[in-house]
């Protein structure tokens, strides 16, 4: 497995990273916990070296998952958490508030069961706390040793600026997937000129680019993706299954399958560190680990950008 350097900090991560959004049971369907904490053991069992989680995923059950699967593999991983989202019933609210942090970063060091977080991300920016006062604070639990180093989610280059003035920040991260490539226009660049590293989210664009789905899925209930992830739907639909065409000849000619080669070519754009993938079973996690063990040429990697382009952007 690929590793590589978080920004300019001392960690190393793999570029395929585990992403625990449906094992927190309530939002990508049903998940059992068992097959999830199997997954975990797998992923890092297979070289995955980052396990990217939040207290936003299940209301902290996710994080509870992690926990259960990490003790004898916790020296093997960066175990990545975030803050900012609070979940009350069903609503995910945004809230940067001192106190909430507080109370957040104990809940997810007991969850987890570790001394210190690794990475701990402004999950989104809250436009109703100032930014300042988020970061003071942060700033006081990383001191007391609470986490290790700071990051960020879903920040544009504007705020990234902005907090970039008052501390330093190893990395962020937005979503990216060959179906939603906006940030190669801004964040993408910016990154690259600051020494930032870049775990984007939402790799496989919710599973729609495994190729698995023959037609427009109806979800079970309690399975929100297609909420969250617009690709399930006309126009976009038809353009994509023309790209899993050309990414499944691809995937044929190496014996590999089309997620791996969507994998692959997301962790190897310019400025990607890690691309998180989510995975609910162990086949799923080792078969996203195989991903990060073997490199796309440039020319099928150009071949691909350009089936993107043709069918997916309509550059
Ligand atoms: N910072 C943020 O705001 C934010 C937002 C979203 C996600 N994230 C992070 O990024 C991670 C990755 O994104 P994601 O989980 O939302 O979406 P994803 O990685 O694009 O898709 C994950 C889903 O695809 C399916 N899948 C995965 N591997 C597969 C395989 N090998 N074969 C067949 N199906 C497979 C699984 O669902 P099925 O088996 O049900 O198809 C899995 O839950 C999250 O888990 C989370 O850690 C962060």
Known sequence: MEQRKLGTSDLTVSAVGLGTWAMGDDFFG??????????IQSAIDH????????????????????????PGRRDKVVVATKCGIVRTGGDFARNLKPESIRQEIEDSLRRLGVDTIDLYQIHWPDP???LEDTVA????????????????????????????????IISTQPQYSMLERSI??????????????????????GGVLTGKY?????????????????????????????LLYELQMIAVKRGVTPAQVAINWTFQ????TTSLVGAKRPG???????????LLTDAELKTITAAIDTHVTGK
Do not use: C
């Open 30 to 39: 049903r998940v059992d916990d068992n097959e999830s904490i199997a997954a």
């Open 284 to 294: 799923q996690a080792e078969a996203n680990a195989a991903a990060g063990t073997w």
């Open 214 to 242: 023959t037609e427009i899925p109806e979800f079970e209930e309690g399975d929100y993706r297609a909420t969250f992830y617009d690709f399930f739907q006309e126009p976009v639909w038809s353009g994509i299954q023309k």
């Open 137 to 168: 604070e942060l700033l006081k639990l990383q001191q007391a040793g609470k986490f290790r180093y700071l990051g960020v989610s879903n920040f544009p280059p504007k705020l990234l600026d902005q907090i970039r003035g008052m501390t330093e």
């Open 269 to 272: 754009q310019p400025g990607i």
């Open 128 to 130: 109703d706390t100032p």
């Open 47 to 70: 070289g995955i070296t980052l396990i990217d989680t939040a207290p936003a995923y299940g209301a902290g059950h996710a994080e509870e998952v992690v926990g259960t699967a990490l």
């Open 184 to 205: 190669e226009e801004d964040v993408l660049p910016y990154v690259r000129e600051h020494g930032l590293g870049v775990l984007n989210y939402g790799t496989l664009a």
